[in-house]
């Protein structure tokens, strides 16, 4: 019966839980020696989630938790005339994802 229902979440919703994700919770997650289903009472997944969040914020403030970075750039705009020099703006609040992390 473990077995069904691991495979009907997995086929069900989202076609994004690959074998290797399956096999990686199996393994990882519910296998651990540390791992208790008693724990799971009342657990709130948003709630862990937003938790989680702010922990990872507290520790590493210029990253947001899910890995995207925020960063201030600054960019020039072209002015008129011949030998104008080109206006500089500051955009505040760019997100990115570090190229390294996801090649």
């Known amino acids: 019966m473990t077995t069904w229902r691991l495979m009907m ?3 069900t919703g989202s076609f994004g839980k690959s074998v290797s994700e399956v096999n990686q919770l199996i393994h990882d997650v519910l296998l651990a020696k540390d791992f208790n289903v008693d724990d799971l009472h009342g657990v709130n997944i948003l709630t862990e989630q937003n938790h989680f969040a702010r922990s ?5 403030p210029d990253v947001c938790w899910d890995g995207w970075k925020e ?3 600054e960019i020039q705009i072209p002015s008129c005339g011949q ?8 955009v505040p609040g760019l997100l990115y994802w ?3 992390p996801v090649i």
Do not use: G, I, Y
């Open 98 to 100: 570090p190229l390294v």
């Open 71 to 73: 960063a201030s750039v």
């Open 9 to 11: 979440w997995k086929m």
């Open 83 to 90: 030998n104008a020099e080109p206006n500089t703006f500051e």
């Open 56 to 60: 990872e914020s507290d520790l590493h």
